[in-house]
């Protein structure tokens, strides 16, 4: 197992030998070792090699100046300055909760930014203000609307962080997909095949194959088939990709730029790098946060406390998976993939860094 | 087929004879009417009959007083006295678009009301001021949390409208649940089985009889089964319910009121009434509203221009379906089903009205 640490700290080194300043660079340690902390690696580490190689081969830019557009009382235009996703992020998220302070709200649309990695992360940043955080981003295409057979639309996840009293706050964070990229490329690996109603062929019909997506594939959005109401997933993706990206000035739909190093930009984009949404509201504004917070502690009860299905142990309240996870990595130590430091082997060779290597436990 | 005026006069003079206002009255008869032209029709007379008999055993105030509780630059806490949901809900979604107006954005959480009809109608009153609206209810306890046993959480639509420019705006409006209860009850009246995934029985496993519902069984949550992202559409059901009922003091999970007369209120509830929440977004608030339009043209355009999946015809833009129903019956007249006028023939007679019978087609 890895020391967070010892982790937060290689993070750091590798990104100041990419021209990264020290704040931008713990700011995007923080938010890689809080997702490993989360067990959401495929948002953690796995991520680093690229945001390096994409600074290297000047897709990100090392030294950004994010700044204000356009503001009203409860919104702000934010121009990321093609930043890395996290630095950008957690800026914009700031400026919600200043807002929200003001306004009651606040309301942060997002152009010229790049991968954001958990979106949890940012609407988190609400809680110890008494706000509910609401965050969002769109991605590259890889998700079919109803009746397309092509992938028009990215994974656009959707994260909403709820304080409450004695009780954890609810944070809910949930692509708007029927599956996550990283699964099918799991069972891709392994050679497995996956049931219908996650993914399509490049002529909208149903597949089974997980290589499908490298033959003009598509994955199906939330709900899988018509049926089952995948036209509402295409709604909630669509809802993300519209206030992400055409709100800010962004790309959208299937221009979204791709989020690693080795694909090409497409010509003649539409707008500004990738696009996020971003919202805080101050419970007070509406109510006190004295009774919210005790009527928050009830639901968080009473849905923990329904009776399960059985065969099922207990009714989860969103988030407590993760906070479980946190609670726990941080004590044992973060679990590292094998494959994520071979990735970055050469990077601290190119770089000039000592070689690192987990001599615990990979997978 | 009905003429929409005379089905219009029919609503409003009922509603009068229950003690309704004259404005109330025709509020409450264009939501209901919106919704035959849009073929909801679920959410259209079908209702009228329970808005009456709740009014009449005074279970909906007649003459409401809504009112401001608490606001700030963006937010407005709203108690809706009781009344119908229609009259409340328009009055509250005014609220945001001034707020909008004001501070960029406008956010108006409600408690204290009732059922609200369609969400789509509120979130369109945004457009003509070149705004984004979102609407947003809870409802009552028919959809189970992914592994609970139990149905804790109502069916809680989501409905979000974008102006666009040349193109109609785009309107997504979806139930947050598998399958909508009124799909399952006519299955049921038919005698007919569903396919596994959509329902469950009191023990929390897979159900395929639609009677199920009044067995103690629930629908499952948007994504259907965990496989498929049932905990996705459980944080989203959860979401809007906080947002509503918790943010605003109204009734949440499973002490929402129901929306039918025949069945009695729980004893000691946590809050007032049914809530929801509407949101505003000045477009111009973030850039302006001729690059925004014509970036949502584009957008539309390429979704709708997208290669289909064989064996359809094209692709969808959310709200496309429920405009051209209403471009046609506006011309054709509305369709009635036979039931409602039934159910409805009895509170005329009560209320000493003539009888009302459409000769033309029923369904």
Chains 1, 2 share one sequence.
Not at 195 to 201: H, K, N, R, T, Y
Not at 287 to 295: A, E, P, W
Not at 343 to 352: A, S, V
Request: hydrophobic fraction near 40%; include cysteine.
């Amino acid at each position: 197992m890895a020391d967070q640490q010892i982790l937060r700290e290689l993070i750091t080194n590798l990104l100041s030998k990419c021209g990264i300043s020290n704040e931008h660079a713990h700011i995007t340690a923080d938010l890689l070792i809080a997702a490993e902390l989360r067990d959401i690696p495929s948002h953690g580490l796995l991520r680093l090699a690229d945001y390096a190689r994409m600074i290297l081969n000047g897709r990100i830019n090392p030294n950004p100046n994010p700044r204000i557009l356009h503001e009203s009382p409860s919104t702000i235009l934010y121009d990321g300055d093609n930043g890395l996703g996290p630095v950008v992020s957690v800026k914009a998220m700031e400026l919600a909760i200043k807002k929200a302070g003001q306004a009651g709200t606040g309301w942060v649309a997002v152009q010229n930014s790049n991968h954001f990695g958990i979106a949890a992360y940012y609407s988190m940043m609400a809680l110890e203000h008494d706000m509910i955080g609401i965050s969002m981003t769109n991605a590259n295409p890889l998700v079919a609307p109803t009746f397309s057979a092509e992938g028009l639309l990215g994974t656009n996840p959707i994260a909403i962080a709820v304080p409450a009293g004695e009780e954890p706050p609810l944070v809910a964070d949930f692509a708007t997909a029927a599956i996550a990229r990283g699964k099918v490329d799991l069972l891709h690996k392994k050679g497995m095949s996956i049931a219908e109603g996650f993914l399509q062929d490049k002529e909208g019909q149903p597949a089974t194959d997980p290589g499908i997506l490298t033959k003009g594939g598509a994955i199906l959005p939330l709900g899988s088939t018509r049926d089952y109401g995948s036209h509402k997933g295409y709604c909630l993706a669509a809802s993300v990709d519209i206030l992400s990206a055409v709100l800010s000035g962004a790309n959208f739909g299937p221009f979204v730029p791709p989020s690693v190093a080795y694909l090409p930009l497409k010509d003649n984009l539409p707008g500004k790098g990738t696009g996020h949404f971003f919202g805080a509201m101050r419970i007070d504004a509406f109510r006190t946060s004295v009774s919210f917070k005790k009527d928050m502690d009830t639901w968080i009860r009473l849905f923990r406390g329904a009776t399960p299905a059985s065969g099922h142990a207990r009714v989860i309240i969103p988030g407590e998976p993760e906070r479980e996870a946190e609670a726990r990595n941080k004590i044992n130590g973060i679990r590292m993939q094998k494959k994520v430091l071979e990735q970055l082997q050469p990077l601290f060779t190119e770089l000039g860094m000592e070689p690192y290597m987990d001599n615990s436990e990979l997978y």
